[in-house]
């Protein structure tokens, strides 16, 4: 069961623009991780926000959470063509250590 | 350096026939997991394991079978009873707690 859903599916920026994407889920949940895949490659955690935390930062990234309207935003600032990759949320709602992924946003940066 | 293995990463096989994908892990972590992705989609969680000779299905766990006989090592047999094996497997671990995955570079079925 696919318990994120990422909003947009595709996103393509030049770079030195933001990139936005917006994850919503269905259940109630400890914590909410966004990962980054590059293409043919294994999954990279980047960050994780605690369902008691609003807003959390970690370089370029900017990571928020609602959790009375069941999503989060990931905002990647000043993209690089090297941020091109699938970005996906995961949620821990359906069990302890056990991540749901969502579908994904394929992230697109021009030079 | 610390890590997951998968091995190989390109496996091509007949219908019919078992294969058994490799992950193994040098990280002390308690919990792995394996993963299965389709083209354009997200994961699917095929079975995890939280201890040594414990394990538990996930969402999709048909034609598939592990087993976890050292915390080391936790290989994924895709058996011929899976109808639609052609994808992409990921394994991953963490340790107790924390929540975070470590990832593999993934293994690529393809059923000929």
């Known amino acids: 069961s696919q318990q994120g859903e990422e909003d947009p599916q595709a996103l393509s920026i030049q770079e030195g623009e933001n990139a936005t994407m917006n994850c919503s889920y269905k259940t109630s949940i400890n914590n909410l991780q966004w990962y980054r895949q590059n293409s043919g490659r294994g999954l990279v955690h980047l960050i994780l926000i605690r369902s008691n935390e609003r807003e959390k930062h970690s370089g370029r990234l900017r990571v928020t959470l609602d959790t009375s309207k069941k999503s989060s935003s990931l905002l990647i600032t000043a993209s690089r063509a090297a941020d091109t990759a699938s970005y996906f949320c995961a949620t821990d709602g359906t069990g302890f250590q056990k991540l749901v992924f969502g579908t994904g946003t394929r992230l697109l940066v021009s030079p | 350096d610390g890590g997951i293995t998968q091995s190989p990463k390109y496996l091509f096989r007949k219908e019919g026939q078992n294969v058994t994908l490799s992950c193994e892990q040098n990280?002390?972590?308690?919990?792995m997991y394996w993963y299965r992705q389709d083209p354009g989609q997200g994961l699917r969680l095929i079975y995890y394991?939280?201890?040594?000779?414990?394990?538990q299905k996930g969402d999709i766990a048909e034609g598939y079978s592990v087993s976890r006989e050292k915390k080391e090592s936790f290989p994924l047999t895709v058996t011929s009873a899976q109808k639609n094996p052609t994808a992409f497997y990921l394994c991953?671990?963490?340790?107790?707690?924390?929540?975070?995955?470590?990832f593999g570079e993934g293994s690529r079925l393809t059923v000929l």
């Open positions: 394991s939280q201890i040594v000779n414990d394990f």
């Open positions: 991953a671990s963490t340790p107790d707690g924390t929540g975070e995955l470590f």
């Open positions: 990280l002390n972590h308690d919990a």
